[in-house]
């Protein structure tokens, strides 16, 4: 088996899809915008490949490029509103993912081949390519992947589904929306889990299963082996750097949730531990006599239960914690993979045939002709020389560029450190500060008073109205409160609520103010 030859997927969950992204799938540009793509050295956009590109309808047929009247993203937003999706709030850190962006492609030589068969094609940066034709075995495995999609998600949940020949390697883009059932209703819905899992671990298994899948049902009819990782695929077309960029920034924020889990775990561990010692407590108090058996058994039924919720919590913390941290275990091992930058040289093969004599010697003047045979096998063999240089010089360029790549990616990636560490002192600055005005404030018993009921309101999920002056209430606060954010922990939503009714009692105390 040539493990080399592989089919290759990649899917990316996205919140959003946007014109730029709904014009590059379906070539919406002009020549100006191609020159300027092709600027970028990682991009390589055949102007006279471009007629052969196609996509396949919701028919299931061939059809030529962009041919839809509504283009990509307005045919994504109707079936999210078919669906009834509604994304959270614009200014919401978070967002859900609306649909699946999935690339499949396949080993260089192979794809090239499906696509073109044995015509020649010069991969060179402008290169006229204009007598190339489409092969129809091309058309047909992405007639079969397209098949494979519909099967597993649905042909009316297919937005677009387009294959690109005028790039270095042929490929498909497809861009799918995740449907699921609600439990209750049973109405369907996009609901990324229902497709791709609720974990990174569920996910992961999900991924070796496509993969397989894809292999059995259309890999193997073409000759390409069943894909696997990143490893051992062509990547080029993600663009390695910014594949780079964003495995970093999820391994970031994989480390961020590891460090916070293990925080709330320490804490879950200290209320179980303070709640034994107050257990402890009302039992020598017992013991003592200082309270009688009733109010002792209601205050250990209660601290009980309170051990018992705070246990149950750590058990799902703990959980969580030893997913995210084999999830940045494995994202670790990916970056350290891609970040090499001395890659070996690829194995090229190059045809020929070994220099030999063809001719008999002659009878008279052999050492003329033995000099004649030299210089012309000294010739070829030069020849052959030559070309195994110019290939392994081509490559040598390929990783100086890299070098230089990698090295711009470091250096942006310190500046923005840079930048991150001066926005968090200015922010550590600017909390310390406003936790002395929230002390300051609950310091006064009124005023206590006043931020625990609005809190408390807040939790409870009840319209607050703020007085701005005279003791009548306003309504028309301009403090910003979406309720609880889906994924947010209870402590933190408890928090939050809080910091909340101080800063509006703190806003209110100001209005009175200056309204005197």
Known sequence: MNTDIKQAMHVEAGK????????????????????RKNQDPTNHYDKTRMKLNFEIGPDGKVHPLGYQEKSLEVRLQERLTELGWKPFKPDSKIQP??????????????????????????????ADNSHLQRCPEIEQWAKDVYDWCAKRYGQENIIGFQVHLDESSPHIHALIVPVGQRAKSGRECVMWSAKFGKSRYEYGHILREMHTSLYEEVGSKYGLERGDSIEGRNVSHLGKRDYIRKLSKDAKQAEKAVKGLQTMTRRLEAQIFRSQS????????????????????????????????????????????????????????????????????????????????????????VDKWIEEQNRSIASRFVKIVRQIEELYLK?????????????????????????????????????????????????????????????????????????SGGGGGNADSDLRWDGKRPDEEEESYRFRCMTTAITMVIKSKKSRTRSR
């Open 395 to 467: 490559d040598a360029e390929q990783q100086i560029q890299a070098v230089q790549n990698n090295a711009l990616l470091d250096y942006r990636e310190f500046k923005w450190l840079q930048q991150e560490y001066a926005r968090l002192t200015a922010l550590n600055k600017n909390q310390t500060e406003q936790m002395q005005t929230f002390l300051d404030q609950l310091a006064e018993p009124s005023v206590r008073e006043r931020i625990f009921s609005i809190a408390d309101a807040l939790i409870g999920g009840q319209p607050v109205a703020v007085s």
């Open 97 to 126: 993912n609306c649909c699946a962006k999935f690339i499949f492609g396949g080993n260089h030589d192979r794809t090239l081949e499906m696509a073109f068969g044995t015509q020649t094609v010069n991969l060179d940066k402008g």
């Open 278 to 365: 107050q257990l402890e407590e009302i039992e020598k108090s017992l013991a003592s006599g200082k309270i009688v058996l009733q109010e002792y058994e209601i205050q250990k039924t209660r601290i009980q239960k309170q051990i018992s919720e705070y246990q149950s919590k750590l058990e799902d913390k703990a959980c969580k914690l030893q997913e995210k941290e084999q999830e940045l275990e494995q994202m670790t091992k990916n970056i350290d993979h891609l970040g090499r930058v001395a890659q070996p040289f690829r194995n090229h093969k190059i045809d020929f045939e070994p220099p030999r004599i063809t001719g008999k010697p002659p009878i008279f003047g």
């Open 16 to 35: 959003s899809f946007g014109t730029a992204e709904a014009n590059e799938n379906e070539r919406h540009w002009n020549d100006d915008k191609i020159d």
